[in-house]
């Protein structure tokens, strides 16, 4: 069984002065009993009280302005950050398209890295071996290949990690569009991608800011704003709420 359940989540964050700007030094602190009685370490409430359902076979979409959660409830649902309060249980493997970084290594090739990321995400290395080839050709990356991953760009680390992830067999698929920058033809060329591997995966969370994509690929949205869940339903439901007008006014078939 797929499935994500939240239940009173809520993710904080402190924030450590410059006399204390460690969490090393503040554990330290309290180890060795040394703590002013007025010393306060702010806050930030990053995720407040999040209830959240997703079942095998869910295509939800996450929108919100910059900075509403999105990314941090992105990273509560991948098991990335554990809720501070409440709980999250996480039942399947998850695959995640936002934190380039994981499971790839700067020091090491592009088709090293192919391997280790695949093996990050769930899948053998026999099963890796069989679509290094097909990873190459899709993300157009040549001779780059054989070369260390610190040497490429941020669009061609996305463009690598793109190719390995809509190559595999997710159960959980959690995605973020603005991962980083690629040219539109490449992105188009992707995004047929994501719809084939959005119809393998057994459920769907999509952060993006575009209306189409997110008619191509979902079906229920969660509207985030302030670090909590302003509103669930539909998508055409929630989008209008959110954006403030119907977003196809002319499409009666528009998802719900």
């Not at 402190?14 to 204390?20: N, R, V």
Request: charged share 25%; with cysteine; net charge negative.
């Amino acid at each position: 069984m797929v499935r994500i359940e939240t239940r009173q989540a809520s993710v904080d964050f402190p924030i450590f002065d410059a006399k204390s700007r460690s969490l090393k030094k503040a554990v330290l602190g309290v180890v060795g009993g040394n703590i002013s009685s007025d010393r306060k370490v702010p806050v930030i409430q990053a995720l407040r009280d999040i209830n959240i359902s997703i079942e095998e076979g869910d295509r939800v979409a996450l929108v919100g302005h910059n900075g509403a959660g999105k990314s941090t409830l992105l990273r509560l649902l991948s098991g990335i950050y554990a809720p501070t309060s409440g709980t999250a249980t996480i039942e399947g493997r998850v695959a995640p398209v936002f934190d380039l970084g994981v499971g790839m290594d700067p020091e090491i090739s592009g088709y090293e890295n192919i391997m280790i990321r695949g093996l990050f995400l769930g899948m053998n290395r026999k099963q890796m071996e069989a679509r290094v080839d097909q990873i190459a050709d899709f993300s157009e990356l040549g001779d780059f290949l054989d070369m260390p991953l610190r040497t490429y760009s941020t669009g061609m680390r996305v463009r690598l990690a793109l190719g390995v992830v809509t190559s595999i067999e997710p159960e959980i698929l959690l995605f973020d569009e603005g991962i980083g920058a690629v040219d539109a033809a490449f992105l188009e060329k992707a995004r047929d991608r994501l719809e084939e591997l959005v119809k393998r995966a057994g459920l769907l969370v999509f952060a993006s800011h575009s209306d189409e994509f997110l008619r191509r690929l979902c079906t229920t949205a969660i509207w985030m704003e302030h670090g909590q869940v302003k509103q669930q339903g539909g998508l055409r439901e929630v989008l209008t709420a959110y954006k403030g007008k119907d977003p196809w006014p002319d499409d009666a078939m528009s998802p719900a």
